[in-house]
């Protein structure tokens, strides 16, 4: 990867990392829904750092496209999976703590923030 694009990733990351304080919802009050899988979550995170990285050196190699389709498919269905997990800790906790506060803004602004993230992930 070029110095440009790993710039551009990390600013990608940066935009997305401060979308939150962006979006005017400030950060939960206590641990997040993920917490207690966190390592379960990096693992998983650095198996697809590893596809991805494995993707990268097919194309430098020229593998065959389909090939390369196929692996591309692959870390799109693990980051599917993780992105799945991730909202139903959300939902789960987040959400779950929001509704019980009886603060109803609350409430609802974790389940629009919730609602939003679902349709970010769905759409292509």
């Known amino acids: 990867m070029s110095d440009h ?12 990392v401060g979308q939150h304080e962006e979006h005017g919802s400030g950060p939960h009050d206590g641990p997040h829904g993920y ?29 065959y496209c389909i ?12 980051l599917q999976a993780v992105s799945l997990a991730l909202v139903e800790d959300h939902i789960g906790h987040c959400v779950v703590d929001a509704a019980r506060s009886g603060d109803d803004d609350a409430a609802n602004a974790k389940v629009r923030e919730a609602a939003d993230a679902i349709g970010r992930l769905v759409r292509m």
Do not use: C, N, P
Not at 5 to 16: K, L, N, R
């Open 35 to 63: 917490a207690s899988d966190k390592e379960a979550y990096l693992k998983r995170m650095r198996r697809i750092e590893g596809q991805v990285r494995g993707i990268a050196k097919m194309i430098d190699k020229d593998a």
């Open 67 to 78: 090939d390369v389709l196929t692996q591309v498919s692959a870390v799109t269905k693990a």
């Open 5 to 16: 694009e790993t710039q551009g990733s990390h600013a990608t990351t940066a935009a997305v």
